[in-house]
C-alpha cells in the first residue's frame, strides 16, 4: 500500500520541494490582534514580515485544528494510502496533539503513524523530505516511519538572531532564557535541542554571530543535506550559502524562507542552518 507524509507549516520547506516530494502540509495559523491568516495560505513570507515590523502588540500562533488534520487525513485515505505524520516538537506547540485526536477519530478510516520530530522550521523540513523520499521509493509504513526518525538522530538547527525578545514574548524561549540578562549587547545563537529552543553562543556583532555560524555549519565536511533560512534578509541567505559552498561540495543544498509560524517567535533577519548528516 502507499504511503503519504503530512507534516504541518512550521517545517518551512519550499513551496517547489513540498510539490515534488508529495507532501501534505497543514497550516498554522497566524494572529494578529483580532484577525488570523493560515500560514503560507493567506499570509506569504514577505506580507508576515512587513506586518510584523509594524504591529505594536504582540502576535500569536494557533496550532491547526483537530478538523483540519481530519480532512487532511480523510483526502488521503480516500486514495487508499497510508499516512506518515510528522510534527514539530510537542515541546514548542499543540500541534501534534491536534493530529493525535484527528488520528484516534479516524481509527477506522485510516492507519496514520505520528511522529514528533522533536525539531522546528526546516529541521523538521529535512526530517519530513528523509519520509517522503522513503515513501517514493515504495517504502511501507514502517520503513517511512524509520526513514524519518534515523534523520531525526542526524539533524542540526541553529540560527542566529536579532533579538531573543520575540522568543520571549511569545513564551518559546525555553532554555535560552539564560541569556535574557544581556539582550542588549549580544546576538544571540540558539539551537533546538531535546525538542526545545536552548542557547547555543552569544557574540558582540552580526558578522561573529554569522562566523560563528559558518564554523557549525563546516564542522562536518560530510553533511548530506543543508538548509539556510532566513527571515526577510534574502540576500545575506543566499550570500551565506554561496560561503559555504566550497567547503560542502558533496552537500545538496536549499535556501528558504524563515515562514510565519516560526518568524513569529525567532523575529526578522533570522538566519539559520539545518542540516542533516549521513548515516
Known amino acids: 500500500m502507499a504511503v503519504r507524509v503530512v507534516t504541518d507549516s512550521t517545517c518551512d520547506l519550499p513551496a517547489a520541494l513540498v510539490a515534488a516530494h508529495g507532501i501534505t502540509v497543514v497550516p498554522l495559523a497566524v494572529v494578529f490582534g483580532d484577525e488570523a491568516f493560515l500560514d503560507g495560505v493567506e499570509i506569504d513570507t514577505n506580507g508576515f514580515y512587513e506586518r510584523l515590523r509594524d504591529f505594536p502588540g504582540v502576535p500569536r500562533t494557533s496550532q491547526p485544528s483537530v478538523e483540519r488534520f481530519a480532512t487532511a487525513y480523510r483526502a488521503i485515505a480516500a486514495e487508499g494510502a497510508e499516512i506518515v505524520s510528522i510534527h514539530l516538537s510537542s515541546r514548542l506547540s499543540g500541534t501534534l496533539n491536534s493530529a493525535s485526536i484527528a488520528r484516534d477519530q479516524l481509527a477506522h478510516e485510516a492507519h496514520i503513524e505520528l511522529i514528533d520530530s522533536y525539531q522546528v522550521s526546516m529541521g523538521l523540513g529535512s526530517i519530513v523530505m528523509d519520509a517522503a523520499i522513503a515513501a517514493a521509493a515504495g ?18 538547527v541553529v540560527a542566529c538572531l536579532d533579538t531573543l525578545e520575540y522568543l520571549r514574548r511569545g513564551g518559546r524561549i525555553g532554555r535560552a532564557t539564560s541569556m535574557l540578562g544581556s539582550l542588549l549587547s549580544i546576538k544571540p545563537l540558539i539551537q533546538v535541542e531535546s525538542g526545545e529552543i536552548a542557547p547555543f553562543d552569544r557574540v558582540r556583532t552580526r558578522a561573529k554571530a554569522l562566523d560563528r555560524l559558518f564554523a557549525v555549519a563546516t564542522e562536518d565536511r560530510n553533511v548530506r543535506r543543508m538548509f539556510v533560512g532566513c527571515g526577510g534578509n534574502d540576500d545575506e541567505a543566499r550570500a551565506f550559502m554561496e560561503r559555504l559552498r566550497p567547503m560542502l561540495p558533496h552537500t545538496e543544498f536549499h535556501i528558504g524562507q524563515v515562514g510565519p509560524a516560526v518568524g513569529v517567535h525567532g523575529g526578522p533577519n533570522i538566519l539559520g542552518v539545518a542540516f542533516t548528516g549521513r548515516r
Not at 517504502?139 to 542540526?156: F, I, N, Q, W, Y
Open 139 to 156: 517504502g511501507s509504513l514502517a520503513e517511512v516511519a524509520d526513514a524519518a526518525r534515523h534523520a531525526m538522530d542526524r539533524t542540526r
